[in-house]
C-alpha cells in the first residue's frame, strides 16, 4: 500500500530494463519456465543464440503489476531490448519468423529453415528484490 | 464492483473485440480461460504490432490476466488492394 514500496520496485524494474541489452520478464526461469508462453519465448531467444537476463514475476504479485505500469502491457511475458518494449510472447514469435527479432537483435543472418542446434546460452539470472 | 463470475466464452470476446473496435473482424476459439484471436480491422492500418495488439487488450482492460486468463493475439489489417497477402514492408 505504501507508495514508497511502489515506487521503489518500479524504479528497480525501469533499472534492470536500462540495464540490461535483452531482458525478459516471465513466469518461472529460464531453467524452470512455469507458463508456455514464457516457455515458447525462452526458447526463441535461446534459438537465435543471444544470452539474455530474465526476472521472474511470480514471487511477488507487484512485480507484474508495475511491470504493467511500465510498459502498458497486460500479459506475460515481456521482452526488452535496449530499453524498448518489444512485446510478448504472439509478437516474439511473429518477429522470430520473419527474422526481425534476429534483426533488432543485432543478428542479421536469420537461422531460417536449416535449424541449427539450439545453444544454450547463458542466461543471466536476475532477481528484482523486494523489501518489503 | 466484482466481475461477473461466469466464465468467458470466445463468442463473448469475438462479440466484445467487434463491438470495441471499429469494423473489426474477429475469430476466437479458446477453452474459457485459454484463448486466441486472430483480429482483422482497417483501424490497424499503419500502426506497429505493438499498437495494434493494445486495441485489443484495451478491450478487455484488467480482464486479461485475470478472468481472461490468457489471450493470445494475432492482428492484420486487412488489405486495401488486392494483393490478398502482402507484408507490408514498412510502417510509417
Same mark, same amino acid.
Given at each position: 500500500?505504501?507508495?514508497?514500496? =511502489? &515506487?521503489?520496485?518500479?524504479?528497480?524494474?525501469? =533499472?534492470?530494463?536500462?540495464? &540490461?541489452?535483452? +531482458?525478459?520478464?516471465?513466469?518461472?526461469?529460464? /531453467?524452470?519456465?512455469?507458463?508456455?508462453?514464457?516457455?515458447?519465448?525462452?526458447? +526463441?531467444?535461446?534459438?537465435?543464440?543471444?544470452?539474455?537476463?530474465?526476472?521472474?514475476? !511470480?514471487?511477488?504479485?507487484?512485480?507484474?503489476?508495475?511491470?504493467?505500469?511500465?510498459?502498458?502491457?497486460?500479459? *506475460? %511475458?515481456?521482452?526488452?531490448?535496449?530499453?524498448?518494449?518489444?512485446?510478448?510472447?504472439?509478437?516474439?514469435? #511473429?518477429?522470430? #519468423?520473419?527474422?526481425?527479432?534476429?534483426?533488432? !537483435?543485432? !543478428? /542479421?543472418?536469420? %537461422?531460417?529453415? $536449416?535449424?541449427?542446434? %539450439?545453444?544454450?546460452?547463458?542466461?543471466?539470472?536476475?532477481? @528484482?528484490?523486494?523489501?518489503? | 464492483?466484482?466481475?461477473?463470475?461466469?466464465?468467458? =466464452?470466445?463468442?463473448? !470476446?469475438?462479440?466484445? @473485440? #467487434?463491438?470495441? @473496435?471499429?469494423? $473489426?473482424?474477429?475469430?476466437?476459439?479458446?477453452?474459457?480461460?485459454?484463448? &486466441?484471436?486472430?483480429?482483422?480491422?482497417?483501424?490497424?492500418?499503419?500502426?506497429?504490432? @505493438?499498437?495494434?495488439?493494445?486495441?485489443?487488450?484495451?478491450?478487455?482492460?484488467?480482464?486479461?490476466?485475470?478472468? *481472461?486468463?490468457?489471450?493470445?493475439?494475432? =492482428?492484420?489489417?486487412?488489405?486495401?488492394?488486392?494483393? $490478398?497477402?502482402?507484408?507490408? #514492408?514498412?510502417?510509417?
Amino acid at each position: 500500500m505504501s507508495d514508497q514500496t =511502489t &515506487n521503489t520496485l518500479r524504479e528497480q524494474i525501469q =533499472t534492470a530494463i536500462d540495464e &540490461n541489452p535483452v +531482458i525478459l520478464f516471465m513466469k518461472g526461469t529460464p /531453467e524452470q519456465p512455469m507458463c508456455g508462453f514464457s516457455a515458447r519465448t525462452v526458447a +526463441i531467444l535461446q534459438s537465435v543464440g543471444r544470452p539474455f537476463a530474465a526476472v521472474n514475476i !511470480l514471487p511477488d504479485p507487484r512485480i507484474r503489476q508495475e511491470l504493467s505500469g511500465v510498459s502498458n502491457w497486460p500479459t *506475460i %511475458p515481456q521482452l526488452f531490448i535496449d530499453g524498448d518494449f518489444v512485446g510478448g510472447c504472439d509478437i516474439v514469435t #511473429e518477429m522470430y #519468423e520473419s527474422g526481425e527479432l534476429q534483426q533488432a !537483435l543485432g !543478428l /542479421e543472418s536469420a %537461422p531460417a529453415e $536449416a535449424a541449427p542446434a %539450439p545453444q544454450a546460452s547463458e542466461p543471466a539470472p536476475l532477481t @528484482i528484490e523486494n523489501r518489503l | 464492483m466484482s466481475a461477473s463470475g461466469a466464465a468467458a =466464452t470466445p463468442e463473448e !470476446l469475438k462479440q466484445r @473485440i #467487434e463491438a470495441g @473496435i471499429p469494423g $473489426a473482424s474477429a475469430e476466437v476459439t479458446g477453452d474459457g480461460h485459454h484463448f &486466441n484471436a486472430v483480429v482483422s480491422a482497417p483501424a490497424f492500418q499503419g500502426l506497429t504490432r @505493438i499498437a495494434q495488439h493494445r486495441l485489443v487488450y484495451d478491450v478487455f482492460g484488467g480482464e486479461v490476466g485475470d478472468r *481472461i486468463h490468457a489471450l493470445s493475439i494475432q =492482428t492484420k489489417a486487412p488489405p486495401s488492394g488486392a494483393a $490478398a497477402h502482402s507484408h507490408p #514492408e514498412s510502417i510509417v
